[in-house]
């Protein structure tokens, strides 16, 4: 696959070694955009140095489960994903906005003593391989459940959507977006992010948007009796 000015055909085109920012929350996917604002310290340290490198960073959660944790050395995912980081402006106070774009998804291994601000892992590759190939599982996916679900929580929420964009739209593009877009926890954002395959995503979605739907509505009956 192709991030900005870079080509990753095959594992042995990413490093073993990345460094990785723990956000909660955050979700990132292959072939998918995350802008983010960087303003700590240590990660404008990790933004120079990538900038400087391979322009590798991998986006890590802290383990959901876990809830409360330290700081500034919370528990980590065992899943995350390496994007490329391709555009950066300087704020002029001292910040970073970036955007990374999604590249594969890793398997995080042993943190490696570092002088480093930042953490660093040792990431394993190879249960991802197929997330270099766009558009893997595509055919699998049932589209018309997916989009069903999006209508019906665009209608309980009195929001609507660009149908015209969302039916032109690639099914892997669809359900990534769907899935960074979606407004549900931590939790339910790792297990989307760990999903084995494209067809496990969307149904993964789907669930929790129904789950999310029916809950509503029972709260909705309830403040009603």
């Known amino acids: 696959m192709q991030a900005g000015n870079a080509i ?3 594992i042995a085109d990413l490093p073993p070694v990345l460094p990785v920012f723990p956000l909660s929350g955050a979700l990132l ?7 983010l604002n960087i303003f700590e310290p240590r990660y404008i340290d990790m933004i120079d140095a990538a900038l400087a490198g391979n322009r590798l960073i991998g986006m890590v959660q802290p383990e959901p ?12 995912a065992r899943i995350g994903c390496v994007g490329r980081l391709t555009s950066f402006q300087e704020s002029g106070d001292g910040r970073y906005l970036i955007t990374l774009q999604g ?3 890793f ?3 042993r943190e ?10 040792e990431a394993d590759f190879a249960p991802f391989a ?3 190939q766009s558009g893997v599982g595509e055919e699998e996916v049932d589209r018309n459940s997916l989009l069903k679900a999006l209508r019906d929580y665009l209608d309980a929420n009195n929001m609507e959507a660009d149908w015209e964009s969302v039916s ?12 960074m877009m979606c407004p549900y926890g931590p939790q339910e954002k790792q297990a989307l992010l760990e999903a084995r395959d494209l067809k496990m995503r969307a149904e993964t979605l789907i669930a929790i948007t129904e789950m999310d739907l029916a809950r509503t509505q029972n709260d909705g009956s309830t403040t009603l009796q």
């Open 112 to 121: 490696v003593d570092a002088i480093t601000a930042f953490r660093q892992v």
């Open 130 to 132: 197929q997330d270099l």
């Open 29 to 35: 996917l292959p072939r998918t955009q995350l802008p």
């Open 8 to 10: 990753y055909e095959m």
């Open 168 to 179: 032109e739209a690639e099914t892997e593009v669809l359900v990534n977006a769907l899935c």
């Open 103 to 105: 590249v594969m998804r």
């Open 65 to 76: 489960a876990l809830g409360q944790q330290d700081d500034d050395v919370p528990v980590l």
């Open 107 to 109: 398997a995080v291994g």
